[in-house]
T-cell receptor
């Protein structure tokens, strides 16, 4: 079954804890992306990776970190330095022009 | 940076009605995509359309790159069309895949 999976669907963490969000794709796409969505807003780009072992900051990278050790996986860590981490996080992948999205993870920091 | 403005912000329709959603952008673009976000948060890619016109069933889109706008047409709307429609663009000369999203048009289709 091909697609993009994100886990978990809902995640609760205490303030001050780092948390890692998973994103996996079996579509053989080279590029992968992480976005953040706040209520009533559009998506904003956090980090993206065009190829394994390489990634670039997006518009709101502060307080986040990523790795791209495998083509299929692009995990996002929300660190304690992120001032307002509660949001809906969406991962996407792309073979070139069009982007395809996973189902998202809703992170709530208490 | 490039600005992306979508209108209207909210739209309520009766089932069967037609609608037009607009996306204006402030600079030349390499890439323009339309997405539908369903009430559960899943985004579906509707069109990749940096210029020209495309159709897919009851949906069609037109981008006039020289005038910096794109239109999404929904005909014979159904309740399943409800959700938020986003336009996203990549600035010409920008990093590939670095999409800037508008704030969306929230569509509610009533039975």
């Amino acid at each position: 079954d091909g697609g993009i999976t994100q886990s978990p669907k809902y995640l609760f963490r205490k303030e001050g804890q780092n948390v890692t969000l998973s994103c996996e794709q079996n579509l053989n796409h080279d590029a992968m992306y992480w976005y953040r969505q706040d209520p009533g807003q559009g998506l904003r780009l956090i980090y993206y990776s065009q190829i394994v072992n390489d990634f670039q900051k997006g518009d709101i990278a502060e307080g986040y970190s990523v790795s791209r050790e495998k083509k299929e996986s692009f995990p996002l860590t929300v660190t304690s330095a992120q001032k307002n981490p509660t949001a809906f996080y969406l991962c996407a992948s792309s073979p070139g022009e069009k982007q395809f999205f996973g189902p998202g993870t809703r992170l709530t920091v208490l | 940076g490039i600005q992306v403005e979508q209108s209207p912000p909210d739209l309520i329709l009766q089932e069967g009605a037609n609608s037009t959603l607009r996306c204006n952008f402030s600079d030349s673009v390499n890439n323009l995509q339309w997405f539908h976000q369903n009430p559960w948060g899943q985004l579906i890619n509707l069109f990749y359309i940096p210029s020209g016109t495309k159709q897919n069933g009851r949906l069609s889109a037109t981008t006039v790159a020289t005038e910096r706008y794109s239109l999404l047409y929904i005909s014979s709307s159904q309740t399943t069309d409800s959700g938020v429609y986003f336009c996203a663009v990549e600035r010409a000369g920008g990093s590939q895949g670095n999409l800037i999203f508008g704030k969306g048009t929230k569509l509610s289709v009533k039975p």
